[in-house]
């Protein structure tokens, strides 16, 4: 109901005392989302100290998009309580980072996002890079436990967002004649994926090409903890690092088979192939920012495991606001894969094309 001055006089004292009761009601529930977002962002940044100086005594110092701002009388400078989280400097409403996050934990796309929150396309792009480099601390802190399946996937490298001149190659890539088909090829990205007993799990890049033992041992190896059973494929990758680590190692044939003693790979297996349809919505994720998105995936995971979809919103936001990130409209188109595509490319002896 669309309510303006040419038939607001139109009305009939019951439609107005029935407007203003929803009107009442819409308030109620723009006023708790509002308080909801500060006071998560408030207690859990700043635990009432000044972000700068750790002082204690800071007042209210009015307010900036409906965002409560304070000063510090301590070291004077000014904060509010997005100061320090994903959210900081974006001048959003509170209204608006509710509708981001909401539509962030619904996967929208980034186009519809924008409509939703009437801002411009790049906020809503540097808001969700934002998120994920928030959601990398999940994986740092990981901690393998108990009985772990471990094994890798290979991805083709997806170079979309990369400007013509910095291609390491053509668009399309050529087909193999010519090269040696057998085993993976360096063109592929190897991403190390492990999950323990208590659904502990993780899933990082670890370079191109098929799985080395240093690929293992950096990656797999700083995250096992009190390891009874570390159970892989048949690769020798991971029989040299558990012998260096004294690993109870037990490998299995392949995918889908079950030892005598019962051990399979069959949760592994299982979160490979969710990452295939955790992607689907987003049509082809660049591999510069893909590690982000399997953070999310994890993410999303352990959020599933842990609580309902309705506190879900709760989570993503105590994250976003708890975390800083170094992402910014500077460096968000960079590569953060950890992989030089012109090194993995060098055989291609590709020039970009240039305008006479
Ligand atoms: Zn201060």
């Known amino acids: 109901m669309i309510i303006d001055n040419n038939n607001i006089y139109d009305l009939v004292p019951?439609?107005?005392?029935?407007?203003?009761?929803?009107?009442?009601?819409?308030?109620?529930?723009?006023?708790?989302?509002?308080?909801?977002?500060?006071?998560?962002?408030?207690?859990?940044?700043?635990?009432?100290?000044?972000?700068?100086?750790?002082?204690?005594?800071?007042?209210k110092y009015g307010h900036d998009n409906g965002v409560q701002n304070y000063i510090c009388k301590e070291c004077s400078r000014k904060f509010n309580d997005l100061t320090g989280t994903v959210f900081a400097g974006t001048r959003l409403t509170y209204e608006q980072i509710d509708t981001f996050i909401n539509c962030f934990n619904d996967k929208v796309s980034i186009r519809k996002t924008v409509k939703r929150m009437k801002v411009n396309k790049n906020t809503v792009y540097l808001l969700r890079q934002k998120m994920l480099d928030a959601f990398k601390i999940v994986r740092e802190n990981i901690e393998l436990n108990g009985e772990v399946e471990a094994d890798e996937i290979y991805r083709s490298i997806n170079l979309k967002g990369t400007k013509r001149n910095n291609m390491p190659r053509f668009s399309k890539p050529r087909t193999s004649k010519g090269t040696s088909t057998r085993g993976i090829s360096n063109h592929k990205i190897c991403i190390m994926g492990a999950i323990d007993e208590n659904d502990s799990m993780f899933l990082q890049i670890v370079g191109n090409g098929p799985l080395t033992s240093n690929m293992v041992k950096t990656s797999l190896t700083p995250k096992m903890k009190n390891i009874k059973k570390l159970i892989t494929d048949c690769k020798s990758s991971y029989e040299n690092e558990a012998k260096n680590q004294s690993w109870n190692l037990k490998q299995v044939k392949s995918e889908l088979y079950?030892?005598?003693?019962?051990?399979?790979?069959?949760?592994?297996?299982?979160?490979?192939?969710?990452?295939?349809?955790?992607?689907?919505?987003?049509?082809?994720?660049?591999?510069?920012?893909?590690?982000?998105?399997?953070?999310?995936?994890?993410?999303?995971?352990?959020?599933?495991?842990?609580?309902?979809?309705?506190?879900?919103?709760?989570?993503?936001?105590k994250t976003s606001v708890t975390n800083s990130t170094n992402i910014n409209s500077l460096n968000m188109n960079d590569n953060f894969s950890g992989l030089d595509f012109n090194a993995i490319y060098a055989d291609y002896n590709y020039i970009p094309p240039t305008l006479n």
Request: proline content about 2%; glycine content about 4%; charged content about 20%.
């Open 14 to 59: 019951s439609q107005i005392v029935q407007i203003i009761s929803k009107l009442n009601d819409a308030l109620k529930v723009i006023k708790e989302r509002k308080q909801t977002i500060s006071k998560v962002a408030h207690f859990e940044k700043h635990k009432h100290n000044c972000p700068y100086c750790n002082g204690t005594n800071f007042i």
């Open 258 to 317: 079950k030892d005598l003693e019962g051990n399979s790979l069959a949760n592994i297996n299982s979160l490979h192939s969710g990452l295939t349809t955790f992607l689907t919505p987003f049509r082809g994720v660049s591999t510069k920012h893909l590690q982000g998105y399997l953070d999310w995936y994890i993410f999303e995971k352990i959020l599933n495991y842990t609580c309902e979809y309705d506190q879900h919103f709760n989570s993503v936001l």
